[in-house]
């Protein structure tokens, strides 16, 4: 099953992202298909201005910069994920992202704006996995997993 994205739409700059929000579901439900056969999940994608991403940034994470995107679980424990039994969806948590942080970042690697956009979208849902890059080997396996969902969503790349 798809992932179900709620969006919430700050940004109001230029630049805005063209990611076919659908696209990266269905890349996505093979990944969720695996974690919970069966059962459908939600999450909120939020863009906002880069003065709103420095804030939570600091506010959630002590680091007062800016940043491309941050994730909120809401089932993280010290032990990994903990899902509610029996729930028909289940919303995995918040991911925000500053389409001006990845625009600018994506021009000076001299990369595909939209792809980032889509990637970075990638990675905070899977930081909704309990997915981290605080070890080599942990990194390894999320960007392994991030590669294989993004390259799934070429052919879709219009947020809707």
């Known amino acids: 099953m798809p992932l179900r994205f709620d969006i919430i739409d700050e940004y109001d700059g230029e630049r805005k992202p063209s990611v076919d929000i659908d696209a990266i579901a269905r890349a996505l439900s ?18 906002v201005p880069r003065e709103r991403m420095r804030e939570l940034n600091a506010r959630y994470r002590d680091i007062d910069e800016e940043t491309d995107v941050l994730s909120f679980p809401l089932w993280e424990t ?9 729930w028909e969806e289940i919303p995995l948590g918040d991911v ?3 389409p001006e942080y990845i625009f600018e970042s994506s021009i000076s690697g001299n990369l595909d704006y939209n792809k980032e956009t889509a990637l970075v979208i990638i990675h905070g849902i899977l930081h909704l996995f309990c997915y981290d890059h ?12 991030q590669d294989a969902i993004l390259s799934a969503t070429q052919g879709g790349l219009s947020i809707h």
């Open 78 to 86: 010290e032990e990994g994920l903990s899902f509610p039994e029996g």
């Open 30 to 47: 093979a990944f969720t298909d695996k974690k919970e056969g069966g059962v459908r999940f939600s999450a909120v994608l939020s863009l």
């Open 134 to 145: 605080d070890t080599d080997e942990r990194k390894r396996e999320m960007w392994r997993e």
């Open 96 to 98: 925000v992202i500053s």
